[in-house]
């Protein structure tokens, strides 16, 4: 009789994008060749990346560290804003401030992310039918990886502003049987270097 197994969700930001974001920059480049390296024991099953270059050649650099798995793109682990929120929802003394960051984004990611967060919470989280446990990496970027962040420790849906990820970082998201989701790990940057760690992040917030 088939079962209900845990799910490993590791989830990685792209790598160091160029300015025109439409390729890697060399150090990008060396991001994804050492995570695919940190992953090879990872037992994982399939790779899946969002549509946008960065993320769809930062998954192929790591899918030829990992072996003849899936390599899949998804537009669920694309670029959108996952959650517009409204300002009673928000702390009143950040509300103006996060408001108008949500509107510098273009309206297409505005009016679409939030069918395509609830298609990524559909397809990549939670326990998985079978009787072993499934590993799965989603190369994504920065704003899906906050949203999953946020609905794994079930915070308030606007929560996925102020969670940030550094390119290349690892957060793994396990999802059991009868369980809370747990946060394995978040943001970690253990497999890069000192010079390639933080790239993408808010200068201030450099640990």
């Given amino acids: 009789m088939t079962g209900t197994a845990t799910r490993y969700l590791y989830v990685a930001r792209h ?6 974001e439409h390729e890697l920059t060399q150090d990008g480049c060396r991001q994804a060749t050492l995570l ?3 992953l090879r024991s ?3 099953s399939a790779v899946h ?3 946008l270059p960065r993320a769809a050649q930062t998954a192929r650099i790591v899918h030829q560290q990992l072996g003849g798995i899936p390599l899949q793109a998804s537009d669920a682990a694309g670029d959108y804003i996952p959650y517009l929120p409204q300002r009673d929802e928000l702390p009143p003394d950040s509300a103006d401030r996060l408001l108008a960051f949500v509107e510098q984004f273009p309206a297409e990611e505005r009016e679409r992310g939030p069918e395509l967060a609830r298609a990524a919470l559909g397809r990549f989280t939670g326990p998985v039918a079978g009787d072993e446990p499934r590993h799965e ?3 994504t970027h920065a704003f899906l990886a906050a ?3 946020r609905d794994a420790l079930d915070a308030p849906a606007w929560r996925w502003m102020g969670l940030n990820h550094a390119n290349a970082a690892l957060t793994v998201i396990r999802y059991a049987p009868d369980r809370p989701a747990a946060v394995v790990m978040v943001n970690d940057m253990s497999h890069l270097p000192t010079e390639l760690r933080w790239t993408g992040f808010p200068p201030e917030l450099h640990a």
Avoid: N
């Fill in 49 to 51: 990346h969002g549509p």
């Fill in 15 to 20: 790598g160091q994008a160029s300015p025109d």
């Fill in 147 to 149: 949203w999953l962040v």
């Fill in 36 to 38: 695919g390296e940190r």
């Fill in 137 to 139: 990496l989603v190369v």
């Fill in 42 to 44: 990872s037992h994982l």
